[in-house]
Antibody, heavy 121, light 108 residues
Framework: EVQLVQSGAEVKKPGESLKISCKASGYILNSHWIAWVRQMPGKGLEWMGIIYPGDSDTRYSPSFQGRVTISVDKSINTAYLQWDGLRASDTAMYYC??????????????WGQGTLVTVSS | DIVMTQSPATLSVSPGERATLSCRASQSIRSNLAWYQQKPGQAPSLLIYAASSRATGIPARFSGSGSGTEFTLTITSLQSEDSAVYYCQQYHDWPPATFGQGTRLEIK
């Protein structure tokens, strides 16, 4: 069974750094793109960026380019989303999601449970 | 970026009736469209991919149609458990593989 298990909720202050994780199991991490999706409180889904663990090819939405970093550690089947200077506007639920087909960016067939990030002074 | 526009924003339908949700793309995306269901407090889950193919375990009450720029999600014989927000997503052109803003389906 494919599972994506995300790290727990975080409370941070503006300007702090943060790295949240998404651990994959039940399949070979290398073969499927993994994306990060933001959902601000009471709002819709926003596609942030995507990484292909096989070669770490990473693409970002222009809206998030330069604000976050997506990475992967294949040795522990884990993808990451990182900020170097959090803002209050980064307060949101963040989901990781797996693309269905090997080597293709397409629909998401598995989602993590979400990580709630709260940024407040 | 391709803009995905969903309508209506909110839909209220009685149990047993049919719900029709629309999604429009700002340019042709062929059949590269997925639908997701998100219930309160839960992660989204896949309903439909390639515009009209049901994901594993999704009942036949859910159906998708359309191609190009106009797409529809139809849910027949509505049940209380279908109350959720439904999102369409294009994966034809990325980054980003954009989502619509969602349609909230309420069961009366």
């Amino acid at each position: 069974e494919v599972q994506l298990v995300q790290s727990g909720a975080e409370v941070k202050k503006p300007g702090e750094s943060l790295k949240i994780s998404c651990k994959a199991s039940g399949y070979i991490l290398n073969s499927h793109w993994i994306a990060w999706v933001r959902q601000m409180p009471g709002k819709g889904l926003e596609w942030m960026g995507i990484i292909y663990p096989g070669d770490s090819d990473t693409r970002y939405s222009p809206s998030f380019q330069g604000r976050v970093t997506i990475s992967v550690d294949k040795s522990i089947n884990t993808a990451y989303l990182q900020w170097d200077g959090l803002r209050a506007s980064d307060t949101a639920m963040y989901y990781c999601a797996r693309c269905s087909s090997q080597q293709l960016v397409n629909w998401f067939d598995s989602w993590g449970q979400g990580t709630l990030v709260t940024v407040s002074s | 970026d391709i803009v995905m526009t969903q309508s209506p924003a909110t839909l209220s339908v009685s149990p047993g009736e049919r719900a029709t949700l629309s999604c429009r793309a700002s340019q042709s995306i062929r059949s590269n469209l997925a639908w997701y269901q998100q219930k309160p407090g839960q992660a989204p889950s896949l309903l439909i991919y390639a515009a009209s193919s049901r994901a594993t375990g999704i009942p036949a009450r859910f159906s998708g149609s359309g191609s190009g720029t106009e797409f529809t999600l139809t849910i027949t014989s509505l049940q209380s458990e279908d109350s959720a927000v439904y999102y369409c997503q294009q994966y034809h052109d990325w980054p980003p593989a954009t989502f619509g803003q969602g349609t909230r389906l309420e069961i009366k």
